[in-house]
């Protein structure tokens, strides 16, 4: 079975610049996350789609993060512009549901640097 | 709110040394607990989890028992080797409320370094 793809792995962008990160869950899994990891922390949730729908997206910037998931399969996650701060690990995760127990499965992230 | 704390690293420790991370959480009601591990350039993975109290998640030799009397889900595994070299995190998930919408809260990770 194939796993959760992201790509790219590495970006390195000038702050105010644009960048875009995409993601293929694993077939069959209606949620996805994508989360926020700064070096030395936990991963902070962003957004979660439930199929194409959004759950929560109490924790996203609107005012420069964007996401979508078109058709409920890939999603893409879209910073502009960008800021030193969003220098992160960006993580998509996949579930079969968003309950309790189930488990999530994650991609390799992207690791974005903001100069 | 619900929150995870976890001790800070780095551990280091010599291969086939006992190996303890503690993890304590606070929490409504009755979350499941999990811990994660990161190896070095992959992508998390799940390592156990536990469902209820008293419940031992186990796997690769590691184990975690829910304890609800002391909050905790301490990570042990008897005999470490260097392959276990990783970033773990303990997490719980929580009832959003919304339409029984589950949410994982994390620690903040403990890089773990074994030497040979």
């Known amino acids: 079975e194939a796993g959760v793809a992201q790509s790219p792995r590495y970006k390195i962008i000038e702050k105010r610049q644009s960048v875009a990160f995409w993601c293929n869950p694993i077939?069959?899994?209606?949620?996805l996350y994508w989360y926020q990891q700064i070096l030395g922390q936990g991963p902070k949730l962003l957004i979660q789609?439930?199929?194409?729908?959004?759950?929560?997206d109490s924790q996203l910037p609107k005012d420069r993060f964007s996401a979508e998931r078109l058709k409920g399969v890939d999603s893409t996650l879209k910073i502009q512009p960008a800021k030193l701060e969003d220098s992160a690990v960006y993580l998509c995760?996949?579930?079969?549901f968003g309950s309790g127990n189930n488990e999530q499965f994650f991609g390799p992230g992207t690791r974005l640097t903001v100069l | 709110g619900d929150s995870v704390t976890q001790m800070e690293g780095p551990v280091t420790l010599s291969e086939e040394a006992c190996l303890t991370i503690?993890?304590?959480?606070?929490?409504?009601?009755?979350?499941?607990l999990f811990w994660y591990v990161q190896y070095p350039g992959e992508g998390l993975q799940l390592l156990l989890k536990?469902?209820?109290a008293d419940d031992k998640g186990s796997n690769k030799g590691f184990e975690a028992t829910y304890r609800k009397e002391t909050t905790s889900f301490h990570l042990e595994k008897g005999s470490v080797q260097v392959s276990d070299s990783a970033v773990y995190f303990c997490?719980?998930?929580?009832?959003?409320?919304?339409?029984?919408?589950?949410?994982?809260?994390w620690g903040a990770g403990t890089k773990l370094i074994i030497k040979p």
């Open positions: 789609f439930q199929n194409n729908g959004v759950v929560d």
């Open positions: 536990a469902t209820k």
């Open positions: 077939s069959g899994h209606a949620t």
């Open positions: 995760a996949s579930s079969l």
């Open positions: 997490a719980l998930t929580r009832d959003t409320g919304m339409d029984s919408n589950y949410q994982l809260i």
């Open positions: 503690n993890c304590t959480y606070t929490a409504t009601g009755y979350p499941s």
